[in-house]
């Protein structure tokens, strides 16, 4: 194979970087900008420093929603918790966690009465587990969270201004002109449409990256995965941009090697949900993923809302710090994550989420009650079911499970029995399982897709 062709640094990004992304942003008044120049050096401050300053923003947080939300108000008052006995982190978990459903059934107690509905944005989320929920994130919040992306953009080495190559769903700028003029100046993304991704699509999009040479290639994990491989698997001239940026969805190793391995970059996870944005981003130590403890308090509880320990695996919680239009206060994103005790080697103080274990509700359950994660099973499955392209494991009862397999190319009649092996192996004789072929497995509207779902109700959190 050829050289890469590499990421090209042009002169039209400096423009970009310099006139008009400060020129667009005092035209929007948006400050996100001066927000961003803070933001680059405080994850290096003293960590007693920024866990003081967090106390103090929690402080504030918690008397606001008390007195402004009628929520809040009465779940405080019920569990007999004032505002004065929540001023630090550890006060916290007086407080019980929030749960999808209570946003559901008493959203709109939980805005703000102090703030003008109409100006805060709504965002109805696409609702991971089929089930959607309506939000509302003031503008001042909305600025700091687009500051804390763009910090991350940066981590991966690239610069504003510079064109970034986007493996996602339904970009909608090509609709509306200033959407598009905004791109074209400023945004400089090349799409590849998740939804659509076949294979004169992906070609294209490898066209696109040949041609403007982005720095930054982004995108869902799988996705970027099944790119990766289709660039390998077709001989294609190899893309090298400077840093990839994974998120939507968990990562797997045996994904992560293959993109790193295709593009010749290293990748940078991402972990956030659409409620509060971004929760934890990794450096380029690649140690772990550092929680954004600049709009975030991150918690990992057991089932009781108690925190666990450093190391042990918890439900993620999160308090976003910077939303007062509608304060999300110990909200159970659903997935679960292991925080490091050890600081990074980069030098920022902000702790690391060692691991993402997936979401809970991917969680499967073995007849003998052990609880197992949607990613370690991925894990497993991919790097030892040999023949198969896809595969999506759904449970169906406790001891009843349905593999839907995408044959490859090299399956040969040896693949059942190596699968139905596995399953034995990994899930005890009891389990009864299915094999149901298909010709593609689907990704959900959002463009992720999941290896695992449980259709139980019992969860490990
Ligand atoms: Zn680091």
């Known amino acids: 194979?050829?050289?890469?062709?590499?990421?090209?640094?042009?002169?039209?990004?400096?423009?970009?970087?310099?006139?008009?992304?400060?020129?667009w942003a005092a035209k929007e008044s948006s400050p996100y900008l001066r927000h961003l120049k803070k933001l680059v050096d405080a994850p290096y401050r003293d960590l007693k420093a920024v866990?003081?300053?967090?106390?103090?923003?929690l402080t504030r947080l918690i008397a606001h929603a008390y007195d402004n939300t009628k929520y809040y108000k009465?779940?405080?008052?019920?569990?007999?918790?004032?505002?004065?006995?929540?001023?630090?982190?550890?006060?916290?978990?007086?407080?019980?966690?929030?749960?999808?459903d209570a946003i559901r059934n008493q959203g709109d107690n939980m805005i703000s009465g102090i703030h003008d509905r109409s100006k805060l944005r709504n965002k109805t989320t696409s609702g991971s587990t089929g089930v959607s929920l309506s939000l509302y994130i003031d503008e001042d919040s909305q600025q700091w969270k687009r500051a804390c992306a763009v910090r991350h953009d940066m981590w991966c080495g690239w610069r504003q201004g510079e064109a970034i190559g986007a493996i996602w769903g339904n970009p909608t700028y090509k609709d509306n002109w200033r959407l598009w003029l905004r791109n074209a100046l400023l945004g400089r993304m090349v799409y590849l449409d998740t939804l659509k991704m076949d294979h004169a699509a992906m070609l294209e999009f490898h066209e696109a990256l040949l041609k403007k040479r982005p720095t930054q290639l982004f995108g869902h994990a799988h996705s970027l995965y099944l790119f990766a491989k289709f660039v390998k698997q077709n001989g294609l001239q190899c893309y090298q941009p400077k840093?990839?940026?994974?998120?939507?969805?968990?990562?797997?190793?045996f994904e992560r090697s293959l993109v790193e391995e295709a593009f010749k970059a290293k990748v940078f996870n991402r972990y956030g949900c659409e409620e509060v944005s971004l929760i934890a981003s990794e450096c380029e130590a690649h140690e772990g993923l550092h929680?954004?403890?600049?709009?975030?308090?991150l918690e990992c509880v057991d089932p009781n809302g108690i925190p666990v320990a450093p190391g042990e695996v918890g439900a993620v919680v999160v308090t976003d710090l910077s939303n007062y239009?509608?304060?999300?206060?110990?909200?159970?994103?659903?997935?679960?994550?292991?925080?490091r005790s050890e600081p990074c080697s980069c030098g920022r103080s902000y702790p690391l989420i060692e691991s993402l274990e997936g979401r809970i509700a991917d969680y499967v359950r073995t007849p003998d009650g052990e609880y197992i994660s949607g990613i370690s099973l991925t894990e497993n499955f991919a790097m030892q079911a040999k023949g198969v392209k896809q595969l999506q494991i759904i449970q169906?009862?406790?001891d009843f499970i349905v593999l839907r397999v995408v044959k490859g190319s090299d399956w040969t009649s040896d693949s059942v029995d190596n699968l139905n092996r596995l399953v034995n192996q990994r899930f005890g004789e009891q389990m009864r399982h299915e094999i149901e072929y298909v010709d593609s497995?689907?990704?959900?509207?959002?463009?992720?897709?999941?290896?695992?779902i449980s259709k139980l109700e019992d969860q490990p959190f």
Not at 8 to 23: E, K, Q, T, Y
Not at 74 to 80: C, F, K, P, R, T
Request: charged content about 25%.
């Open 1 to 23: 194979m050829s050289d890469c062709v590499k990421y090209n640094r042009d002169f039209f990004s400096h423009v970009s970087r310099g006139i008009i992304a400060p020129l």
């Open 51 to 57: 866990l003081a300053e967090q106390d103090s923003r």
């Open 74 to 100: 009465e779940m405080m008052d019920e569990a007999g918790v004032r505002p004065q006995d929540v001023t630090t982190v550890a006060d916290l978990s007086k407080l019980p966690v929030l749960t999808k």
């Open 243 to 253: 840093g990839i940026i994974s998120t939507a969805m968990v990562l797997h190793d």
């Open 291 to 297: 929680i954004n403890m600049d709009t975030i308090i």
């Open 325 to 339: 239009g509608m304060p999300i206060i110990r909200y159970k994103v659903g997935d679960a994550a292991r925080i």
């Open 396 to 398: 169906e009862a406790i």
């Open 441 to 452: 497995i689907q990704s959900e509207s959002s463009g992720k897709y999941r290896f695992c």
